[in-house]
């Protein structure tokens, strides 16, 4: 009989290789960068990165339960834009504008689930929906760009730790910690991956299904809410920007399946989407350094993101049986 | 003793179709209660009546005494209810202790005790004696008869007063099958209610300690088991008298002629070694054995589904291969494959009986990529009325049948092609015994027209009544060819097992 060890490198392998390809892509981007492994590349690069990465991990819970969130990018922007009125002034001030920023998003995600479970709508299209509302309630917070944001609170979270260590590393680990892993290891965690493996089954084991999927659509609204709060301090500023939430939005897919969670849901994990997220960054950078031209970048990211979701399929070549293909 | 649940003049509707007309059923703690019926008899309804997964339109539900109503499965799993499932409510990508203990996980802190949890999954599958089975894999890597041990052990970790058994054992292997017998009577003696369903007649006899028999939705009669005897019980089951299950078998026949299908030294991976078969125009032969020696690779295998295999086959003498299921069903090689699983493979549930049947000849029913309505329609009309299918209107979605008449559509959507070799993998399945009859009555007459059969089944008494010759397959091999007189219930357990047989 194979060990538990067996079990568990079983379970987290497509989180291994996702790590594995973040590591490579990001090795080459090192030796390649003129400057190499210094405090500014590193801190720079993973204020990129860390955005997308939450905006990922948001998208993964919808996708583990079989369904989608499209609306994940414009709560993302929603919450920069609201961020720029609110989390300004004394700390106090900001610190209260920090929980509206939060609770905006996760009742974003909440009506998100709300509808989805009560209405019987498919996740797409609602989440299609909602997603414009959304970018319209950011078009009516900031017509134009513009804003601000508390310096204080943004020069820490985006700054560099005593020891050359990104904050912004931190900030993703600490939200890891504090919502991902107890989502995951709660019975709403192991109750939403059963509803993405098969949710007649789950049904009739007699779960909650409908409190189930509000709850996981709701930790995603909060989760781009994270995103799109860092992002504000980031970049000083709010912009309604339909193409940045857009972005986001699809990179948070190819994020998700990168880090080896299918979209048929059941399988996978957050901390996978997060090296999705950071390989799919690098890549970007990667054709920084080697001075493509700025006209091929699209073309040559798409292909590589291509080979990367295939490695993962790789597999697939190997079955004797062809209806496993199927299942 | 008093009865621990009760069901008084339930009914319920679907549209306008009566599902239950005022049944009665009572199931007391320490007794085995069967329930007999066709399938579309009430049984599967009755069930989801007491599990809370659908409410009924009239009646009331007594349990211990005080009158109940469960609006969710939750409810029912609360107040001590535990079915286990025909169909399986088992989530494949989670472990096996995750299903375990899917409905109330032990908790520390808010969080899933993963140490708590894989005690409970183990406790529960030693009881279910399945201690086999590690508590970490996934499910979807176990064997249809594990992962049925694994629900039996997922509906014990709730510690249950009522446990129900919808066609429980239908998937499960012969070793299965005795330890979930040891199992049922262990518990019966530990004061359980346990109600239990199936289509097998001598696992009723082994087990229950009453009957109640179902008809058309309506209760027909309950007796303490023994007091009636088989044919009175199928009698009451049917409504009518069946004298002869399985239609009579020609005399056995002369090796001559050419095989219509022949293999020689098929092998794939380590699951089929060097099989040799041969199966002539009218034979019908059996493929025996416990679950998953190979025999369904080897339909696989014959269907072009498999990758690397290696050995020969032949049809009607010429070498061939098989490259796809396309290629399998066109008209050169003409072999069809009724797969085990109606609603995963066999079936497209959501679309039509007219859609179904004719998919699979689409390429004999079009002109230039357009399907010809007129030629669809007729072939349609003439195979429904053929086997007989059930059905008011062959627009209405095919998932909407009986599982007999659901079968019907899958067998009648390959005839629709005129195979010249048949295979067909436990085409009997949790399917009530008019419907076997008149599939058994079907395989003789095609055989007799001159097609070549091959059946896979777990049902031994199937495998006597209807096949000429027997292969009983073991870990990937032909162990023991049956035939005649040589075939009988005893002979095919003893080789099943690969046990030394005595000379024929």
Redesign the interface.
């Known amino acids: 009989?194979?060990t538990?060890a067996y079990?568990?490198l079983?379970?987290h392998r497509a989180t291994c290789a996702a790590a594995a390809l973040f590591v490579l892509l990001f090795a080459v981007y090192i030796a390649k960068h003129q400057v190499g492994w210094t405090v500014p590349v590193l801190t720079t690069a993973s204020n990129k990165a860390v955005l997308l990465a939450i905006v990922a991990m948001a998208q993964t819970l919808p996708v583990l339960t079989g369904g989608i969130d499209l609306s994940v990018g414009m709560v993302f922007v929603l919450a920069n834009c609201l961020a720029s009125h609110l989390v300004v002034g004394t700390p106090m001030e900001a610190a209260f504008g920090v929980v509206v920023v939060l609770a905006a998003g996760a009742l974003c995600g909440f009506v998100n689930g709300a509808i989805i479970v009560y209405g019987r709508l498919q996740p797409i299209i609602t989440t299609l929906a909602t997603g414009i509302v959304y970018f319209g309630f950011s078009l009516g917070l900031r017509p134009v760009p513009g804003g601000d944001v508390q310096a204080g609170l943004a020069d820490a979270l985006t700054g560099t730790l005593p020891g050359g260590i990104p904050a912004m590393l931190v900030v993703l680990l600490a939200v890891v910690g504090l919502v991902w892993l107890?989502y995951r290891?709660?019975?709403l965690g192991?109750?939403a991956?059963?509803i993405?493996?098969?949710e007649?089954?789950?049904?009739?084991?007699?779960?909650?299904i409908g409190r189930t999927k509000i709850v996981t659509y709701t930790v995603a609204g909060l989760l781009a809410a994270i995103g799109g709060l860092l992002l504000t301090f980031v970049t000083f500023s709010g912009e309604a920007s339909a193409a940045i939430g857009g972005v986001y939005t699809l990179n948070s897919i190819a994020a998700v399946v990168i880090g080896g969670t299918v979209l048929s849901g059941?399988?996978g994990s957050a901390i996978g989407s997060i090296f999705g997220a950071f390989a799919l960054r690098t890549i970007g950078d990667l054709l920084f350094v080697f001075d493509l031209e700025p006209l091929w970048q699209p073309l040559f990211q798409g292909v590589i993101l291509l080979v990367a979701v295939s490695v993962g399929s790789l597999r697939l070549l190997k079955?004797?049986?062809?209806?496993d293909l199927f299942? | 003793m008093d009865p621990i649940l009760q069901l008084v003049n339930i009914s319920k509707r679907y549209g306008g179709v009566r599902a239950l007309e005022r049944a009665q059923f009572a199931v007391a703690p320490g007794r085995i209660h069967a329930l007999l019926g066709e399938n579309g008899a009430g049984k599967s309804t009755l069930i989801k009546v007491m599990t809370g997964v659908v409410q009924p339109d009239e009646g009331r539900i007594v349990l211990a005494g005080t009158e109940r109503r469960f609006a969710h499965p939750q409810e029912a799993v609360s107040a001590g209810i535990a079915c286990i499932f025909q169909e399986l409510s088992l989530m494949p990508d989670l472990s096996v202790a995750d299903n375990i203990c899917i409905t109330s996980p032990p908790t520390r802190f808010g969080l899933i005790d993963r140490k708590a949890q894989r005690r409970i999954a183990e406790a529960a599958l030693a009881r279910a004696g399945a201690e086999d089975i590690h508590p970490l894999a996934p499910v979807a890597s176990l064997t249809l008869s594990r992962r049925q041990m694994v629900e039996i052990a997922k509906a014990l970790a709730r510690e249950p007063k009522i446990l129900i058994l919808d066609e429980a054992t239908s998937a499960l292997t012969a070793a299965d099958v005795g330890r979930v017998f040891a199992l049922l009577k262990r518990l019966r003696s530990e004061g359980m209610a346990i109600v239990y369903i199936s289509h097998r007649m001598n696992e009723i006899k082994e087990l229950a300690d009453d009957c109640s028999v179902f008809r058309n939705g309506s209760h027909v009669a309950t007796f303490a088991a023994g007091t009636q005897s088989d044919a009175q019980t199928v009698e009451m089951m049917i409504g009518r008298d069946i004298a002869h299950a399985f239609p009579p078998k020609p005399a056995p026949r002369s090796d001559a002629g050419t095989p219509a299908l022949e293999t020689r030294g098929l092998s794939w991976n380590d699951r089929l070694h060097g099989i040799d078969i041969a199966v002539r125009p009218g034979e019908i032969v059996g493929l025996g054995g416990l679950d998953g020696q190979g025999q369904r690779e080897l339909f696989l295998a014959l269907f072009g589904v498999l990758k690397g295999v290696s050995g020969e086959v032949r049809l009607g003498g010429k070498p061939v291969s098989v490259r796809n299921p396309k290629h399998a069903k066109c008209s050169e090689i003409g072999i069809a494959l009724v797969p085990e699983d109606r609603k995963t493979d066999g079936l497209m549930l959501p679309m039509s009986v007219n859609d179904n049947l004719s998919f699979a000849a689409l390429d004999r029913l079009s002109r230039a990529g357009t399907v010809l309505a007129a030629a669809e329609g007729t072939a349609v009309a003439e195979m429904v009325r053929r086997l007989s299918i059930k059905v008011s209107d062959t627009g209405v979605a095919v998932g909407t049948l009986s599982g007999g008449n659901q079968q019907k559509v899958v067998i009648g959507k390959w005839l629709m092609n005129a195979p010249r070799i048949l295979l067909l993998s436990d085409p009997t399945r949790g399917i009530d015994v008019g419907t076997k009859q008149e599939i058994y009555a079907l395989l003789r007459k095609l055989a007799d027209e001159g097609a070549a059969v091959m059946l896979y089944s777990t049902d031994y008494a199937e495998l006597i009544g209807c096949c000429d010759r027997v292969a009983v397959f073991f870990d990937g091999r032909i162990v023991r060819w049956l035939a005649g007189a040589d075939l009988t219930e005893r002979a095919l357990v003893s080789s099943a097992l690969n046990l030394e047989t005595e000379a024929a």
């Open positions: 009989m194979p538990d079990f568990h079983r379970e107890p290891r709660s019975v192991r109750a991956l059963a993405g493996s098969s007649a089954a789950t049904y009739m084991s007699g779960v909650a059941g399988a079955l004797d049986n062809r209806l299942r």
